[in-house]
């Protein structure tokens, strides 16, 4: 396999921009909540489903954990893979949960992966066999039917969770939630109001425009990132992403993030 260089910082996490990768805004509040939910768990193994570019196993990795993941897309797959191995952590990653036998892990994680699926509860339920004894689940998704927009058909997403739906599907797959939050705000609100009329512009320019293609290939190319990535690395973008992390934590058990993320055990 060929060697990339790759970049990592404790703020950030991984960029890897010879890859044509880098780290969203959401992407990075959504990181820094995962992360301090995290430090509360004890280092065990962890399968992510729907790994992307895989940047977040590079951290439970980094973390102690003992990584495993499944990504169904073809080229996330392979960048994952990349970047992966630039980063010289061992992780285990599968094309299909199927290949993974009837092996069960820890922590069980899917991250803005839920949404893209049609037949959300089967697909939990499944999530919550991988599950050990004893382990657990953290899940993340979109917030608020209401927020429904551009950006979620670009995405390729079925729907955005209200919190009293979300509580049902937990119920009706089997889990007691231990926490629940709802992140990013305001930054995340922010950044999806502005990305709009921009994603408007996208849908209207390509048509057809199907659900799986932009599953597929949601996360993975963030070229048009690159530059604005520059700034959040300079000095004056580090203190005011240490600002809305702040922000984000102050206001987490509030409705106003834009997404939610649950911890939950099988019961």
Known sequence: MDSVSVRFSPLLGLSAIPLRWVPSLRYLLRRRRILALLDKLPAGSVLEIGC??????????????????VETSANAFNLAERITHAADINAALYPALEQLSCETFDLVCA????????????ALRTWVGRARPGGKLLISVPAHS????????WAG??????????????ANCGLKIEYME????????????????????????????????????SGIDRTSLISF???????????????????????????????????????
């Not at 991250?111 to 089967?122: A, P, Q, R």
């Open 182 to 217: 709802c992140y990013g705000f305001p930054l995340a609100n922010l950044s999806e109001y502005l990305g709009e009329a921009g994603y408007r512009r996208a849908l209207a320019r390509q048509a057809p425009h199907d659900k799986s293609t932009a599953t597929a290939a």
């Open 229 to 267: 990535f520059a700034y959040i690395n300079s000095f004056p973008g580090r203190l005011a992403l240490r600002l809305c992390f702040a922000l984000q934590t102050l206001f987490r058990k509030t409705p106003f993030g834009s997404g939610y993320l649950v911890l939950a055990s099988p019961t």
């Open 111 to 122: 991250f803005d992966v839920l949404e893209h699926i049609e037949d959300d509860t089967t």
């Open 52 to 69: 992307g570019a895989g940047a977040l196993l590079v951290d439970f990795a980094r973390g102690g954990h003992r990584v495993s993941a």
């Open 157 to 170: 997403h079925f729907r955005r969770y209200n919190a009293a739906d979300l509580r049902a599907l937990f």
């Open 146 to 153: 209401s927020r429904w927009g551009a950006g979620d058909v």
